[in-house]
């Protein structure tokens, strides 16, 4: 028992070790961005809220267009022949009977014709 307490401490220290060590590595070698790109955003979009509201603006723009285009690409090459517009409708043509339409017709102007009569 007094073991595996020992071993499990043993083991949570070295890794706590090996974070810090990983750590600093990352720090010391700088960030991933160079300076001077930041630099030059800073006094291109950062310096006033005016500019930078318009970039974030923009941004959000750009970025809902190319995600809506990806998304409905996507979509329309999964669904092709699904919907509405990929379907062929040539398939679903009914031959009608311009008869029953015509009988139809003269049924309702008899009914128009009846109303007149009475009054």
Known sequence: MMFSTLARRSLLQ????QLVNNSRRTAASGPP????ALNQWYNAFGKSNITYVGFVV???LVVETMYGFTTDLVWNTVNQGKTFET???TKFIVE???????EDDEDEEGESGDDDDDE
């Open 96 to 102: 009608d009977d311009d008869d029953d339409d015509d």
């Open 87 to 89: 379907v062929d409708w």
């Open 33 to 36: 961005i160079p300076a001077s």
């Open 14 to 17: 070295n890794g706590r070790q």
């Open 58 to 60: 923009v941004g959000m």
